[in-house]
């Protein structure tokens, strides 16, 4: 399986009500240095409505403006549709919204 596809893989599994960053996702698809690649994999997602790449956000809780499905306020709004708060400027509270990867992903669910 290729990077992508193991990137896919990892976001499929954030739970609604989470996000996480995208050196998260790095790491757990298998290469912690490619950070950008994931960003690249989420922009070209074959399948759209079956990956939730709206999940993803910077490592300080940032939006990406450059949200491939509609742009930043359809993402803030799929989030908040969720129950993910993100604030006027765009970002969310990592503290509160970080998917715990060490409770989910690592152990299988």
């Known amino acids: 399986m290729g990077f ?6 990892v976001v499929k599994m954030i739970p609604p009500g989470k996000v996480a960053n995208y050196g998260q996702i790095a790491r757990l698809a298998g290469n ?3 950070a950008r690649q994931v960003g690249w994999a989420l922009h070209v997602n074959p399948y759209p409505g079956q990956i939730p790449c ?5 490592k300080d809780g940032s939006l990406t403006k450059s949200f491939a499905f509609g742009g930043i306020c359809v993402q803030k709004q ?3 549709d969720e129950g993910v708060f993100v604030d006027d400027n ?7 919204y ?5 409770d989910s992903y690592e ?3």
């Open 54 to 58: 709206h999940r993803v956000v910077m």
């Open 4 to 9: 992508f596809e193991e990137v896919y893989k």
């Open 90 to 96: 765009f970002v969310v509270d990592m503290t509160k």
């Open 32 to 34: 912690s240095k490619m």
């Open 107 to 109: 152990k299988g669910i």
């Open 78 to 80: 799929m989030l908040m």
């Open 98 to 102: 970080k998917w715990d990867t060490e």
